[in-house]
């Protein structure tokens, strides 16, 4: 079956711009997960969602970083008006159960973001 | 405060030998681990888990260590092969962190024929 993926693969913008990133998970994973991966670190968590509903956002950098997942299927990550420290491997996993349990995060190939 | 760090940022190991890969956390809280495989342009792949209530999870050519006293686990890959050559990070769950994974910084492995 498909895995997670990813869409654009690679966006430049120059700064100020708003960018959209947009993951696609396995079909019938209720939980979505985006991390940030800066150039020779490991990735940061963002944000959750299980279906709709984001649980926690405690990793957002900024005001200017917007997740939503609005029929718990598709998730787009936004940025607003963004910075050069903004420049880093944007992430998506999911998993097929809820709540607390040892399931398996499956990552997409991520988006890899360059400001200008 | 990094949680979860990987103290070899690489390791260059003769294909056929055992390659083993180091981690440490300092969150007691975590209780479950996991160490996932990157190759360059790909997003990681998990590759094998352990619970806190194991000291040894084994598949395959791949076993995880955990020694919860010295917060310290260990992936053993044997034999290494050279498409072994990939980023690993070790992850963490659990405790205050809940559904999230906290990941090491990576340790770059190369296999060599």
């Known amino acids: 079956g498909a895995g997670v993926s990813q869409s654009p693969r690679y966006k430049v913008a120059k700064r100020g711009q708003d960018v959209a990133l947009r993951c696609d998970p396995i079909?019938?994973?209720?939980?979505l997960f985006w991390y940030q991966q800066a150039l020779g670190q490991g990735p940061e968590f963002l944000t959750y969602?299980?279906?709709?509903?984001?649980?926690?956002k405690s990793g957002l950098p900024s005001d200017r970083f917007f997740a939503e997942r609005p029929e718990g299927s598709v998730s787009t990550l936004k940025i607003q008006r963004t910075q050069q420290e903004d420049s880093a491997v944007y992430l998506c996993?999911?998993?097929?159960?809820?709540?607390?349990?040892?399931?398996?995060?499956?990552f997409g190939p991520g988006t890899r973001l360059t400001v200008l | 405060d990094q949680q979860v760090k990987q103290n070899s940022p690489s390791l260059s190991v003769q294909e056929g030998r055992i390659s083993i890969l180091n981690c440490d956390y300092t969150?007691?809280?975590?209780?479950?681990f996991l160490w996932y495989k990157k190759y360059p342009a790909e997003g990681p792949t998990f590759l094998i888990s352990?619970?806190?209530?194991?000291d040894k999870n084994e598949d395959g050519r791949f076993t995880v260590f955990l020694n919860k006293s010295a917060k310290h686990l260990s992936l053993h890959i044997v034999p290494s092969q050279p498409g072994d050559s990939a980023v690993y990070f070790c992850?963490?769950?659990?405790?205050?962190?809940?559904?999230?994974?906290?990941f090491g910084g990576g340790t770059r492995l190369m296999v060599k024929p």
């Open positions: 996993a999911s998993s097929s159960r809820t709540g607390y349990s040892t399931d398996t995060q499956y």
């Open positions: 969602f299980q279906n709709e509903a984001q649980l926690d």
């Open positions: 992850a963490a769950r659990g405790g205050n962190a809940g559904n999230m994974l906290t």
């Open positions: 352990i619970s806190s209530i194991k």
């Open positions: 969150n007691s809280m975590f209780d479950y």
């Open positions: 079909s019938g994973h209720v939980s």
